[in-house]
Structure formats: C-alpha cells, structure tokens
C-alpha cells in the first residue's frame, strides 16, 4: 500500500493551489477552521495505514509586523496559545524552504479561534514569538506527535499583522471549507461599513493564494522533501 502525506488545509480554495488535478501521493481535506476536524482527519488517516506524514497548508494571520502578504512561513514548531508547543525535527521544514526563496522557518500560533483586531495580533506575538497564526496546524501537529510523523506547516499570509478581520469574514466559512456568498451579504447589509476591509483582505488574500501556488510548483509537497 503506498504511502502518502496528508494535507489539511483550511478552505477549499486553499487546496485548489495545489492543482485540479491532485497529486497521486497526497491526501487533502478543509478543516473549515476547526482544530478538532483537522485532528479527526489526520487521525483517521493514520489509522489507515497510508500516512507517511502529515502537513499543514494554506493562508494564515500575520503576528510578526514584518510579514507583508503573501509571505510564506514554514513551521516546524506549533505554538499552543495556552502554553506549550507541539516540536518536530526541522528537516522537513528546512528541505522545504530551500525550494521556496524569501520563505521563513518560524514558530506558528495553533489558536482555537482568529486573532481578528491589530491589538489582539501585536499580543499575541509579544507573549508567543509566533510569526503567525491559524487554527488547522495545531490539531494535525497533535496527531502527528502522537504518531510519531514528520509533521510541517506551510502557511501564507492573507491578514497581515496591522489588518483587523471584519466580523462579515469571519462568518462566511461553512463546516466543509467553503466560502458562503449569502452570508458576506448578509453581514454587508448588517454591517456596511465592513466592505472597505472586505475588499483589502480580498486583494491580500490573492496574494496568499499566489505564494501558496508557487510553493506547489516548486516542490514543496513532493515526496522527496521528506526525511528519509
């Protein structure tokens, strides 16, 4: 039976970086920002007998002011916002971001909930070091750990550290990763004023979604990054 990795991102869109047509030693599922479904699926994967390791992939937060959109972040360390940090062996990390020029190897931020508001990310940084932030990597790190997996996060910044998240945003994500139309106009209608940031966070998001293609087509999920 082959052996693959199991990618889990957060939406849809994020995966569809990786090609329409996905690549026959990868796994891939949209945790739709919930830690525990991104456990569930990791474990469920490892308890097949398929997995040879596990990464996490797609947009994330910037905390760092120094990361503009569309910067790349490879982590192999998983800081827990509680305390704590889920550590594996860098050498994934390091074999990736050889292929990726401009890509940082830092500590990312597994939260359980978005870090929406400037205040909310410049303290999070101060009191975790972490880079950045999303809410997947941290339930697929605990399964790797437990399965003794190599384990890499691969992250671009949509949000970057100084932009606050609209609330009509937040709420547009169903549970299966995708985006809902009906929802962003219906918190337009509540909340007008949110449209300015919607659009910014679109065109930054673009960007992440650009770095995260590039990534693809330079090799960062090929099976020969793996340590042997």
Known sequence: MPRLIGVVAGLKRELRCIGLRRPA????????GSPERAHARAQG???????????????CGGLDPALAPGAIVVAHEIVLPEGGAYLFDGAWARAVAACLPGARIAPLLGAKTAAVTPAEKRELFQRTGAAAVDMESRGVAEAARDAKLPFVAIRAVADPADRALPRSATRAINAHGRLRPFRVLLGLLA?????????????????????LAAAVRSGALALERLPL
Do not use: Q, V
């Not at 994967?45 to 947009?59: D, M, N, T």
């Open 191 to 211: 909340r007008p004023g949110d449209l300015g940031a919607l659009l910014s966070l679109s065109k930054e998001a673009g960007r992440g979604y650009d770095a």
């Open 45 to 59: 994967w490892i308890a097949g007998g398929r997995i040879k390791a596990l990464a996490s992939f797609g947009l």
């Open 25 to 32: 030693h990868l796994l891939t599922f949209a945790a739709a």
